[in-house]
């Protein structure tokens, strides 16, 4: 009798298990005057919202001079650690990233103590994963489109976009992912 297989279980970087999110907006505060908030409950605006001093876009200040900034010093996102941990013991842990692939990320997750598979992916679709936690709804969606398993991870920025499983806190992981019938 072989060893029961682990599932491979996807689990996003940004607003899931780091702040980037809260780090660049206190790179913007301090650096910037950007032209509205919008970007704060709609993250794909950091493309279009500028600051009023350079005429560029937060985007821009996000992928070049502060991209390893953040990917370096974000702080970790609630106590997530803990809940992985045990988790290990049914799933595989990828950490899947839409981030441009930077040494800062590897050694960010190890720093933390974050240790799994690291995948830089386009398209998250790509990681060999049946579950993802993500706190992007159109990852969300492409997973679900694909009768995978997507499981919300709730920021002001997917709020309005309704999942099947949604938790608030990581130490909810472990119930969604019983209810979605992935672990007993
Ligand atoms: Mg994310």
Redesign the pocket.
């Known amino acids: 009798m072989g060893m029961t297989e682990k599932t491979n279980l996807a689990i996003?970087?940004?607003?899931?298990i780091c702040d980037?999110q809260g780090h660049l907006k206190k790179l913007v505060d301090e650096h910037l005057e950007p032209e509205t908030q919008d970007y704060l409950t709609d993250w794909d605006k950091i493309r279009e919202v500028k600051d009023l001093k350079t005429g560029r876009t937060i985007a821009s200040f996000a992928f070049k001079e502060w991209l390893q900034e953040l990917h370096s010093n974000s702080p970790v996102l609630g106590d997530p650690l803990p809940v992985i941990e045990t988790l290990k013991e049914h799933f595989n842990i990828h950490y899947v990233?839409?981030r441009l692939p930077t040494r800062e990320t590897a050694e960010w997750l190890l720093r933390h103590g974050f240790r799994g598979e690291l995948m830089f992916k386009k398209n998250k679709l790509d990681a060999p994963c049946p579950v993802i936690v993500?706190?992007?709804s159109v990852?969300l969606r492409d997973y679900e489109r694909r009768y995978r398993i997507a499981i919300c991870?709730d920021q002001p920025w997917n709020r309005m976009d309704n999942f099947k499983y949604r938790i608030h806190e990581f130490n909810q992981l472990p119930e969604a992912l019983r209810q979605a019938g992935i672990m007993r």
């Not at 996003?12 to 899931?16: A, L, N």
């Open positions: 996003d970087i940004d607003g899931v980037w990233t839409h993500d706190d992007y990852t991870f």
